[in-house]
């Protein structure tokens, strides 16, 4: 019986103006704007190219020299409070 290769899940990557719309630096045509502008920077290195594609748990990302802080999930605590 021939043993099946188990493929690694591809990486979490999203357009950049789409993670920066999610961060809530500006909509995504604002974004796209920002990008063309060079105003961008994705670990350091100045983007101006739309769709570049990037993991927002690994990747760094700054506007203007900030960083943009990526959503994070959310965590969920419950109480059991009896009367």
């Not at 591809?10 to 961060?23: D, G, S």
């Amino acid at each position: 019986m021939p043993k099946s290769k188990r493929k690694s899940p591809p990486p979490a990557t999203e357009r950049l103006q789409k993670v920066m719309a999610h961060a809530g630096v500006a909509s995504r045509r604002a974004s796209e704007t920002l990008i063309q502008a060079g105003r961008v920077s994705v670990n350091g290195v100045v983007v101006t190219e739309l769709g570049t594609k990037v993991d927002p748990a690994r990747d760094e990302i700054r506007v203007d020299g900030k960083p943009v802080v990526t959503r994070q999930k959310p965590v969920y605590i419950i109480l059991n409070k009896p009367v």
